[in-house]
């Protein structure tokens, strides 16, 4: 899936420059002279970062970072700007921002920070798409054995759980293999990450 990046600039020739600058190294860009325009075209589904001016009429570019994070758009963003401040890049960088670049910048430190950007977008695109993956099979498990895999990965042994659920040690152990096959956990270590990872505890 060829990820995109997005350029919001409100002034047309550093949009131009950007766009020839990404694509003359294979990117493909989407560029827009506003948030507003952003939000209102068409995104295709795949990974991507955003290159976005600081200073934008109407709202400005750390407003919008804290829209898109509200509005669950989690692309990494890149800021520019021809009047940095070091609050301001702090600000943004507390915010989730991986790069704060201050104009005039060298062309190889914007590639550099795209490359980050894009790798980041598909490690979260990654991450979410194995989250997914395990929410299905833990929605296949019965209630019995949701607690008794959650008793389990966090420490308590198949006779404790037993004795806390008033059943018998061997039903205990059925539904713990059952619970261990339906979530594909090859170990229990294994099956205390997948509890983690669903925050189980």
């Known amino acids: ?15 131009e420059s950007l766009q020839s600058l990404l694509r003359s190294v294979g990117h493909e860009v989407q560029a827009h002279a506003s948030t507003r325009d952003f939000l209102a075209a068409p995104r295709r589904d795949a990974p991507g970062c955003l290159v976005l001016d600081v200073r934008l009429p109407g709202q400005s570019g750390l ?3 804290r829209a898109l994070a509200q509005l669950g758009l989690p692309l990494p963003i890149i800021f520019i700007t021809g ?7 702090v600000a943004a ?7 704060f670049l201050t104009k005039p910048f060298r062309d190889q430190d914007l ?3 795209v490359h980050r950007g894009i790798a980041l977008s598909e490690a979260r695109r990654d991450d979410a798409a194995a989250l997914a993956v395990l ?11 949701r607690e008794i895999m959650t008793m389990v990965a966090a420490g308590q042994l198949n006779k404790q759980v037993a004795a806390q659920l008033n059943l018998s040690e061997i039903t205990v152990k059925v539904h713990r ?6 979530m594909q956990a090859r170990s229990l ?10 925050s189980l505890r």
Do not use: W
């Open 189 to 198: 270590p294994d099956l205390v990450r997948m509890v983690d990872r669903l």
């Open 177 to 182: 293999a059952q619970a261990m096959a339906k």
């Open 1 to 15: 899936m060829t990820p995109v990046v997005f350029i919001i600039d409100d002034d047309q020739a550093i949009r």
């Open 93 to 99: 960088m507390k915010a989730g921002a991986i790069e």
């Open 111 to 113: 590639l550099d920070a």
């Open 63 to 65: 407003e919008f970072q």
């Open 135 to 145: 929410q299905a099979r833990y929605a296949t498990l019965t209630q019995r054995e």
């Open 83 to 89: 009047h940095g401040d070091v609050p301001m890049s």
